[in-house]
Each structure stands twice: as C-alpha cells, then as structure tokens.
C-alpha cells in the first residue's frame, strides 16, 4: 500500500493533484480543501490511500494521516464507497465527522452530496462505534476552505481582518445554500457579493 507521496507539485486540477515522486508523475485525487494547500513547482507531501479495483487503481490524497485514517473508516460502513467519502472530507474536515455521528447530527451528513435522510440515518449507526469521539471538542471548527479563500481574498484588497470576518458572516448563508444543493460555493460570486455588503456598511 502507498501510504503517503512527497514531491514536487507538477500539476492541479479541480479535483486532483500530480505530484513527482523519484521522475514519475502520481496522479492523486484530492478535496478542494486539500488541493489548496498546494502550489505548481512547490514541495508536497500527502498521505494517501491506494483504492484497487479490478480495472483501476486510484490514488487518494489527503492532508494529514488522520485525514486518510477517517477515510479508509468511512468505508467500513455499507454503501459508503471512496468517492462517497472524500465527499464528506470535502464537506467536513475528521473532527466535524466524529461530533457529527457521536451527537446523531443528521443535517451535517445530509450537507454532503449523495447523502439522504435516510442514508445519514443509517450511517448514524454503522459509524458511531468506529469513527471514535471528537478529538478537538476544545478547539474552534476549522473554517471551510470558501471561507478562507474569500477572507484572505478581502484582506488582500485591503480590507481589514475584522471586516472580512463580517463580510464572511454576511455570505454565509449564500453559500450554505449552495452546499445544500449539492454545489460547491463559488468564491468569485460570494466576493462580489461580500463587496457589496461592505460597500453598503460604509
């Protein structure tokens, strides 16, 4: 099994990354989350879980080990396959997932594309003595990659850190529905939509 690749970052793509390990190129399927901690040319190193199938092997990428850990948990429940659950990655970072199950959240399952009632239900149950208790019950959720993006793109046109914040605040709910529909926000139109709200707070 290939736990983990460490190289150069050749190529990015929405969903994965090429990484240069020892002169060969490692096609690596990540969440957005993870794709933007990585830069073209820079040094990277991911852990991943090799997925073998009878007409493909796919390589899945993931920021730390216990990222990659919850992963391969994941699919220990019935019906939850990989593409299933880097979707819940991608919507909800390992901890979020733990207090998810350990709490009985079923909206935060069914936030995940793929996901129904009665599928976050069921994997209420499967999971609840497999994922383990949240590790972080101290420490803030870390916030969504949109969010990130979008108060750092503010913060950079020069707005100040708390006005970023409130205009995050104030997209919030915008985005929130986008992930709801099963999208995935679009930082460009939440920017211009916080914009305004800080053009109208002025």
Not at 4 to 9: C, F, I
């Amino acid at each position: 099994m290939i736990a983990s690749v460490s190289g150069t970052v050749a190529a990015l793509a929405p969903d994965s990354a090429v990484v240069e390990v020892g002169g060969i190129g490692m096609a690596v399927q990540c969440t957005p989350d993870t794709l933007s901690g990585l830069r073209v040319g820079e040094q990277a190193r991911l852990a991943t879980s090799l997925v073998v199938r009878e007409d493909s092997l796919t390589l899945y990428g993931f920021a730390d080990d216990d990222e990659r850990q919850t992963f391969e948990l994941l699919q220990t429940a019935s019906g939850v396959g990989p593409r299933l659950a880097q979707a819940m990655l991608a919507v909800h970072h390992p901890d979020a997932l733990r207090r998810a199950v350990a709490t009985g959240d079923e909206k935060a399952l069914t936030a995940v594309p793929g996901i129904g009632k009665k599928g976050a239900q069921k994997l209420l149950l499967e999971l609840k003595d497999r994922l383990g208790a949240p590790r972080g019950a101290t420490q803030a959720a870390r916030p969504a990659p949109w969010s990130e993006q979008l108060h750092t793109a503010l913060v950079g046109l020069g707005y100040a850190p708390r006005e970023a914040d409130d205009a995050v605040a104030a997209v919030t709910p915008q985005a929130e529905a986008a992930l709801a529909e099963g999208g995935r926000p679009a930082v460009p139109q939440l920017l211009r939509a916080a914009l305004q709200s800080l053009n109208r707070a002025r």
